[in-house]
């Protein structure tokens, strides 16, 4: 579909952002910097993906 076919209505976007970026708690962010830095799990240079679920919306 190209979006030259959409109606103008069908164009507009919300005034807000239906979702917003959440932090994670400051105890998980510890443990999870312990683990890393524990297990060599990162090194200079590397790239990283991180991924996670919502869960069921």
Same mark, same amino acid.
């Given at each position: 579909m190209?979006? +030259?076919s959409l109606r103008e209505s069908d164009q507009t976007t919300p005034s807000e952002? $239906?979702? +917003?970026? $959440? +932090?994670? /708690? #400051? #105890?998980l962010?510890? $443990?999870?910097a312990r683990t890393l830095i524990e297990f060599s799990m990162i090194r200079p240079g590397d790239? $990283?993906?991180? /991924?996670?679920?919502g869960g069921k919306i």
């Open positions: 190209n979006t +030259s952002p $239906i979702w +917003s970026w $959440i +932090s994670p /708690g #400051k #105890k962010q510890r $443990i999870v790239r $990283i993906l991180i /991924g996670l679920s």
